[in-house]
């Protein structure tokens, strides 16, 4: 059974077998790629195949916002708002609680921006073919997102790496992609995913890793209160699951000292593989 | 005649015994009495409100355009109200129901601080966490207080709908009163997400307040000691 690369990461989503008009998140040809049942997962995955399908569901095309949507809403968001502050023994009409109903419903809806957005508008054609097939890694991309349990932030970095097979990305996009994952209600094994799933149906690249280290607020501020305690997922792709080779230099890489510039020591920094030994090169300097 | 006085006596202090329970730390503790009471009001008016909390939360994530229904956020309501209830749990703490007593005649009067004392707030603007570190310090007046009650202070300031200005002038006041020492110095240093997930969006920016009392507002080698022994 030969099968393309391509469809084996659809396999690994485990997503619903039976509708292939539901619209997934960041499949923006519209149709989901049945996997085989050969590749089917194990039964010992049923559950999270059970909670997958459910996923797939939420994320339907009809659910997705729009801003006259968050408009309408806004008024029975900052009800709901007042309703809480009052549910808390405080006093809605002090001053500084007057407008926080309407802060606070605005806010949350940045935070769930993500379901207004989707994958074709945000990649805006910044596909670009390039003969290139060594590893492009964009890392230390800040996010933010919203624990769908509690409703309670999670802060973190996320780190990227494909391998392009002759077309390469933007690389602002693989930001913009985490963006639009991130600013929802998420778990942060799902978010991983999504990341992983949604760059690789943009490209068909030969490979992609993505890996997340969150804190997690709703372990911090509350509940166990482990202040340090972080969080770390990962979702390898094609090449990268097979081949631990691919996988320990993405990993390798990803640990190396980034070259500090005195203003841009937070931003993403972008390491591209190079044959020949990393370090002789210059362009990092170990601290 | 002396024996009925004595067996009087004797009858007064066994109903004393009794009624205060045969444990002679509470009759003595009236501040731990009082909590074991004030506790269980206050978890009753939580439970009380949870309902309402929880159909405010249904709403929201409705509005915000989810699917309710969905495993993951089946009892995300319930969640939700429980931890923003856990989040302004200050509401319902005095600083002497957690200070217990815990004041000791030390004799001592030189500086004591305590430093990196781990602060989360909610924004009361936004609704949205804020965090970072409060170092306290204080001049003790002869008396000194048990170290972990500078930290509960800042838990009961902490944990309400806050700015930070405030919250580093409650906990100095709080400190104050509670004490009377000769001088007393709170800096806060804390990032707001309110600034760096949204609006701004400035990951790396910090807040930074400072209230000083007494010694440390009168006397600038005072406030620069202090200032040296927590910045490091």
């Not at chain 1, 964009?138 to 990227?160: A, T």
């Amino acid at each position: 059974m030969e099968h393309s690369r391509q469809t084996e990461f659809t396999s690994n989503d485990g997503k619903d077998t039976r509708d292939t008009t539901l619209v997934v998140n960041g499949h923006f040809d519209g149709v989901v790629k049945k996997p085989s049942a050969a590749l089917q997962s194990p039964a010992t995955e049923s559950g999270s195949h059970r909670s997958a399908a459910s996923v797939s569901e939420s994320w339907k095309e009809e659910h997705a916002r729009s801003v006259e949507d968050n408009e309408v809403s806004l008024p029975s968001l900052a009800a709901a708002y007042t309703t809480i502050l009052r549910g808390l023994g405080e006093d809605p009409h002090r001053q500084g609680l007057a407008k926080t109903p309407w802060r606070a419903a605005t806010a949350m809806q940045f935070f769930t921006k993500g379901y207004q957005e989707t994958i074709i508008d945000v990649l805006n054609d910044a596909i670009f073919d390039e003969d290139h097939d060594e590893m492009v890694i964009v890392k230390d991309i800040d996010v933010f997102s919203m624990c769908e349990h509690h409703l309670v932030p999670i802060i973190g970095k996320v780190h990227i790496g494909y391998l392009p097979n002759k077309r390469v990305l933007g690389l602002s996009k693989l930001a913009r992609i985490v963006e639009i994952y991130s600013r929802r209600l998420q778990v942060q094994e799902r978010l991983t995913k999504q990341i992983a799933v949604a760059i690789t149906e943009a490209l068909h690249p030969t490979g992609v890793g993505v890996i997340m280290e969150a804190t997690h607020m709703c372990m911090v501020m509350r509940g166990v209160q482990k202040m340090n305690s972080k969080t770390i997922t990962s979702t390898m792709l094609g090449v990268f699951r097979e081949d631990p080779k691919t996988r320990d230099e993405f990993l390798t890489l990803l640990s190396s000292q980034p070259a500090t510039y005195n203003d841009w020591q937070n931003n993403s920094i972008i390491f591209q593989s190079m044959a020949e030994d990393h370090s002789s090169d210059g362009c990092c300097q170990t601290r | 005649n002396e024996e009925t006085k004595a067996s009087q006596k004797n009858d007064v202090a066994v109903e004393q015994f009794h009624s205060s329970n045969a444990f002679p730390e509470l009759s003595v503790k009236k501040a731990a009495h009082r909590n074991l009471q004030e506790g269980s009001r206050k978890e009753e008016e939580d439970q009380c409100r949870l309902p309402s909390m929880e159909a405010a939360y249904a709403s929201i994530l409705r509005e915000l355009g989810e699917d309710v229904d969905r495993h993951g956020l089946l009892r995300t309501p319930l969640r939700a109200a429980k931890a923003m209830q856990f989040f302004t749990k200050g509401y319902h703490e005095t600083v002497d129901d957690v200070l217990n007593d815990a004041i000791f005649d030390e004799g001592h009067d030189e500086m004591v601080i305590v430093k990196d004392i781990d602060m989360f707030s909610l924004c009361e603007h936004h609704l949205v966490p804020f965090f970072g570190k409060v170092h306290i310090g204080y001049i003790p007046n002869k008396k000194v207080v048990g170290l972990s009650k500078l930290a509960r202070i800042v838990e009961i300031y902490s944990r309400r709908l806050q700015v930070q200005e405030r919250l580093t002038k409650q906990i100095a006041v709080g400190l104050s009163e509670a004490l009377k020492p000769r001088g007393v110095a709170v800096v806060i240093e804390a990032a707001h997400m309110c600034m760096v997930m949204r609006g701004v969006q400035k990951m790396n920016s910090r807040t930074v307040t400072s209230s000083m009392l007494g010694a440390y507002r009168d006397d600038p080698k005072t406030r620069e000691e202090f200032l040296s022994l927590t910045q490091n």
